[in-house]
């Protein structure tokens, strides 16, 4: 049981230092193109570069992603920690969350 609580909260914590990570490299990039601004041409190349989002989806895509792959950690937790058949709850979300991921590994 308690091997169950530490693995998510281990999760937990990886997913939101990398979210953190993210935010820390846009913001950086955001201070690099405003400190490129005073060159037209290097900043007009720069606004038109899309934004990299994970395994090609769209920002709504992961946004999505995101979304199901937290109810379906939450599920989990439920089922750890009050009933077991919460857990059955996450299975499919979590397969369903793991799609982008299974498509880059058959690529």
Same mark, same amino acid.
């Given at each position: 049981?308690?091997?169950?609580?530490?693995?998510?909260?281990?999760?937990?914590?990886?997913?939101?230092?990398?979210?953190?990570? @993210?935010?820390?490299?846009?913001?950086? @990039?955001? @201070?690099?193109?405003?400190?490129?601004?005073?060159?037209?041409?290097?900043?007009?190349?720069?606004?038109?570069?899309?934004?990299?989002?994970?395994?090609?989806?769209?920002?709504? @895509?992961?946004?999505?992603?995101?979304?199901?792959?937290?109810?379906?950690?939450?599920?989990?937790?439920?089922?750890?920690?009050?009933?077991?058949?919460?857990?059955?709850?996450?299975?499919?979300?979590?397969?369903?969350?793991?799609?982008?991921?299974?498509?880059?590994?058959?690529?």
């Amino acid at each position: 049981m308690i091997l169950n609580i530490v693995v998510v909260l281990g999760g937990l914590a990886y997913a939101g230092y990398q979210v953190f990570r @993210e935010k820390q490299a846009l913001r950086r @990039e955001g @201070e690099a193109r405003a400190a490129t601004a005073s060159h037209p041409s290097t900043a007009d190349r720069r606004a038109n570069l899309p934004i990299p989002t994970a395994g090609g989806l769209s920002q709504v @895509e992961v946004s999505d992603f995101l979304h199901i792959s937290g109810a379906s950690l939450g599920f989990a937790a439920a089922g750890a920690l009050i009933n077991p058949l919460y857990t059955l709850v996450s299975v499919p979300l979590t397969l369903y969350a793991a799609q982008p991921m299974f498509r880059t590994a058959v690529r």
